[in-house]
Structures are given as structure tokens and as C-alpha cells.
């Protein structure tokens, strides 16, 4: 039976700048070329998938899972609901989805 491998050191580390630079365009681009960005997100999340690494909290808020948009409130996205105490809904206006994120 064959072992699920671990992924080197060096390899993890590769991987995870890579996605950094990642975000990092994904920012830079959001606003000239959305789709751009969007595939960037995607392309980091693809990574993070295949090496198993989690995102941290702060990363995986700032974008929408189901298109990949890099959220911004008055920009790409907008709080729907502020009613819940500890909650805030943010809507994004790429796609629609709604993303319930704690205050
Ligand atoms: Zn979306």
C-alpha cells in the first residue's frame, strides 16, 4: 500500500509564497481586470488544495468562495445585513453569494 506522501519542506514553502504572490495579484488586478484576479484567487486556493495548506482565518474572509472575487466592502462586495449581534452578511456583487463573517 502506498503511502500518502508528505510534501518536503522546501515544497510547502515554495508553495505557500506562491500563493502569496498570488493574493498579492489578485489585489493588484482586481480592479482593471476582475476576471484576472478572480483566476488568481482560484489558482491559489487550487494550491493550497494540493499541498494542504489552510488559509488563514483573515484570507479565506476576504474572498468569495463561489467565484473567487476578492471582497471589498463598497467595492466588490456589500454588507447586506448588520442586524445580528456577531454577525455581518456580506454580499458579493460579482456573483451574489452571501458570506456570513463574525464581527
Ligand atoms: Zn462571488
Keep these: 500500500m502506498r503511502r500518502r506522501s508528505k510534501k518536503p519542506k522546501w515544497q510547502l514553502?515554495?508553495?505557500k509564497e506562491?500563493?502569496?504572490?498570488l493574493f498579492e495579484l489578485a489585489k493588484k488586478e482586481l480592479k482593471k481586470y476582475?476576471?484576472?484576479?478572480?483566476?488568481?484567487?482560484?489558482l491559489a486556493r487550487k494550491i493550497g488544495l494540493r499541498y494542504n495548506i489552510r488559509l488563514s482565518k483573515e484570507r479565506k474572509r476576504s474572498f468569495c468562495k463561489k467565484c473567487n472575487t476578492l471582497l471589498y466592502i463598497g467595492k466588490t462586495a456589500k454588507i447586506t445585513s448588520d442586524?445580528?449581534?456577531?454577525?455581518?452578511?456580506?454580499?458579493?456583487?460579482?456573483c451574489g453569494e452571501k458570506k456570513k463573517i463574525p464581527k
Design 34 to 42: 476582475p476576471k484576472r484576479s478572480r483566476r488568481y484567487v482560484e
Design 13 to 15: 514553502k515554495i508553495a
Design 83 to 94: 442586524k445580528l449581534p456577531e454577525l455581518k452578511v456580506v454580499k458579493c456583487l460579482n
Design 18 to 21: 506562491r500563493i502569496d504572490i
